[in-house]
């Protein structure tokens, strides 16, 4: 092994990778909270919707949980202009990546949902609670602390899936790293650097998810 | 559109194309399997490892979470980048199979080892109190005591991670790996209608996942209903 | 000499809170030493200690004329070998029925023919009242007889003290009796013996010691009778006072 590690070149570029993993936070950001929405009016289409409602979600979840994202996003952007829809590649990856963790965000909250006793609002109810004060005080906070560890999982697992809009040309933090690589020989320096700041960023999340966890929803998270 | 489909599709399924399609799936397959294998054994010997006791096994311990925290932080794709530069930099032949089922292993090795964590944690510690004052040694523990009660915790998950990979893989597509989702790129390339050709991959990526994700399922249901030994 | 001599043992979980502070004890061969006290007195710490299961943090604890250094490990094998435990929640392994429980510390670890081990089992399980369980799993028996699996787990070790942590204190109150049948075989074929436990009358028949604990130290030790009947200290007169009232 007679190869050296020079970091000083790639350090040049940290600015740079920095910019680009502002994005990553962006895009992720978008993601997560796009698949949120869907994933809760898919829950509740679950939980609560007719025979039809109910096998569409489960024909969505199922595929999209059952297929790479990747080539869900390539068939976003080669197969939709056969019919006259093109997608510019930013938009595409972020349409494929809400669709994609709606999928699974449907099945996390669903089973949010389903943790809620019926002896919890039995308990409401001869407290004296009303419909809406026992979903406010006793149905929303049970969720919350239920759903805070899995979705915060979840959400430091799409920030690392928003790599994979490099693929598609989207400059966020892998794809400024290949773009030094193609001009630079520093090239293994650049992708170490690069998952350093992939390490940082979902380090700095998760403890940041764990603060508001713990003063928010009063959840004990464990950080590492 | 639909007239398009219908005119290529006859063209697009003939025996070679079918053909090559299959072996690109075989190969997502195989080189999933084997990095989570290799990930699993990995993953063994860290949990292994991390239990050692005494100062003198501290640095290895320390070294050891730190790679199980460091390698579940970073995007696959960056992986593939760092191994396949890294083999380019030693100056060692290894085929690009090979490169993507290296990356494979490096992550399935951080994941599945605090799997394996989880379940060995799941074995009360009377249990391994009781092995000790019997003088068993720790592989002794974990061999006769140990492992027998906690794969049924073990292997759902593990599976569960096995089988969720199978669709990260698709990344090994931009190294130039022939698996399934390169396969799409190559006869997309030829001018075949994407629309039946990533149509095909989804399809044949959730032949693949579907039922591996039925059969985690019921074998998690399985191993949860008390009784059997 | 003492078969165990125990000198100015100390132990902690915590480093600033030690659980066991200079206990003396000895117990010579044959003889069936008891330990009482109220919970939390350090009782099941010491024979915790004893097995290696928590490291002192000083003292001395002398076995047969050898001193045992509880941070070598070949030292820590030695005491184990001789000195067998019996814990309050039987701790049977889960994965393995009856027969299996009882024979494969014998043949995995002590490498002795597992034909001859497999035979004394079904003596010793025999002597216990199992004669009629060894397929069967830990879950599919009561804790009385989970228990006396474990009694004979410990003497298919064949140790020369047996140490018992509470092994009456889980079990249904009707449960009770069958464990304690079992030890007093063992007491009547001259085991040595250690035991922990809350059943007075018990202890007071079997033992030839009886050791009273409290917060960590030895409070005072002596012959049944006399601990029960006259205790010297005032700590000991309490306690007694207290158990004898109902």
Not at chain 1, 82 to 100: D, K, Q, R, T
Not at chain 1, 194 to 199: D, L, N, R, V, W
Not at chain 2, 170 to 191: D, H, M, P, Y
Not at chain 3, 229 to 236: H, I, N, S, W, Y
Request: hydrophobic letters at 50%; a neutral charge.
């Amino acid at each position: 092994m007679d190869y050296t590690f020079q970091f000083g070149e790639a350090t040049r570029h940290l600015p740079y990778l920095l910019g680009g993993a502002w994005l990553s936070l962006q895009i992720g950001f978008l993601a997560f909270w796009g698949g949120a929405i869907i994933g809760l009016l898919g829950a509740l289409g679950k939980e609560w919707g007719g025979p039809v409602v109910r096998g569409l979600v489960n024909a969505y979840v199922v595929f999209f949980t059952n297929t790479p994202g990747l080539v869900q996003i390539f068939f976003l952007v080669y197969a939709l202009p056969e019919v006259g829809i093109l997608l510019p590649p930013y938009w595409a990856v972020l349409i494929g990546l809400i669709l994609n963790s709606g999928a699974y965000l449907t099945e996390i909250q669903r089973a949010g949902f389903t943790s809620v006793r019926r002896t919890e609002l039995e308990a409401a109810e001869t407290l004296g609670m009303s419909l809406m004060q026992s979903v406010r005080y006793v149905v929303i906070p049970h969720i919350a602390k239920v759903l805070f560890a899995p979705l915060s999982n979840f959400y430091i697992w799409i920030v690392l899936g928003t790599s994979m809009a490099a693929i598609f040309g989207v400059e966020e933090l892998t794809g400024r790293a290949i773009n030094i690589s193609s001009s630079n020989f520093r090239t293994i320096e650049v992708f170490i650097i690069t998952a350093a700041i992939y390490i940082a960023i979902t380090v700095v999340a998760s403890l940041i998810l764990a603060l508001i966890g713990r003063h928010g929803f009063r959840v004990k998270a464990k950080i590492f | 559109m639909l007239e398009r489909l219908i005119s290529e599709a006859p063209r697009f399924f003939n025996y070679y194309n079918t053909v090559f399609l299959l072996q690109a799936m075989g190969n997502t397959l195989l080189m999933t399997v084997i990095g989570c294998g290799v990930g699993f054994i990995l993953g063994f010997i860290i949990v292994y490892l991390r239990r050692s006791e005494g100062l003198a096994w501290l640095p290895v311990r320390m070294v050891l979470i730190a790679y199980v925290e460091t390698f579940r932080r970073i995007p696959f794709l960056v992986i593939l980048f760092i191994v396949l530069f890294g083999v380019q930099g030693i100056g060692i032949q290894v085929s690009l199979f090979g490169v993507a089922m290296i990356s494979i292993a490096i992550i399935a090795t951080a994941f599945i080892s605090e799997i394996i964590r989880a379940g060995f944690d799941s074995i009360h510690q009377t249990q391994w109190d009781t092995a000790s004052a019997m003088n068993f040694n720790r592989l002794q523990t974990l061999w006769y005591v140990v492992l027998p009660q906690s794969w049924k915790v073990i292997l759902p998950p593990a599976f569960a991670f096995m089988v969720m990979f199978i669709k990260d893989t698709a990344l090994a597509s931009q190294l130039g790996v022939v698996e399934l989702t390169f396969a799409g790129k190559i006869l997309a390339n030829r001018g075949i209608s994407a629309i039946l050709v990533y149509g095909t991959i989804l399809a044949l990526y959730f032949a693949l996942s579907y039922p591996l994700t039925r059969l985690g399922a019921w074998m998690e249901k399985r191993f949860a209903s008390p009784g059997n030994h | 000499m003492p078969h165990l001599e125990i000198t100015d043992l100390s132990a902690a979980y915590e480093a600033d809170a030690k659980v066991l502070k200079d206990v003396n004890m000895t117990v010579d061969k044959g003889e069936i030493v008891s330990l009482i006290g109220p919970s939390g007195s350090g009782k099941s710490t010491l024979l915790r200690v004893l097995m290696g299961l928590l490291r002192p943090v000083g003292g001395q604890v002398v076995l047969d004329g050898d001193a045992i250094d509880y941070t070598s490990k070949s030292s820590l094998r030695h005491v184990r070998d001789r000195c067998a435990i019996v814990f309050q929640q039987y701790n049977l392994f889960q994965n393995m029925n009856v027969m299996r429980n009882v024979s494969i510390a014998p043949i995995k670890i002590k490498g002795w023919d597992k034909k001859t081990v497999e035979a004394e089992a079904a003596d010793l399980l025999a002597k216990v009242g199992l004669a009629d369980k060894h397929k069967a799993y830990p879950d599919e028996l009561s804790g009385g007889q989970q228990q006396r699996v474990a009694i004979a787990r410990a003497l298919a070790l064949k140790p020369e003290v047996l140490l018992l942590d509470e092994v009456t204190s889980a079990l249904d109150p009707e449960l009770v009796n069958e464990v304690l049948d079992a030890i007093r075989v063992l007491a009547s074929e001259g085991m040595t013996m250690i035991i922990v436990s809350h059943e007075m009358a018990f202890v007071r028949e079997v033992s030839s010691k009886v050791v009273m604990m409290d917060e960590g130290t030895v409070v005072e030790a002596g012959p049944p009778a006399q601990i029960f009947d006259a205790p010297k200290t005032r700590r000991a007169q309490e306690f007694v006072s207290k158990i004898l009232r109902h």
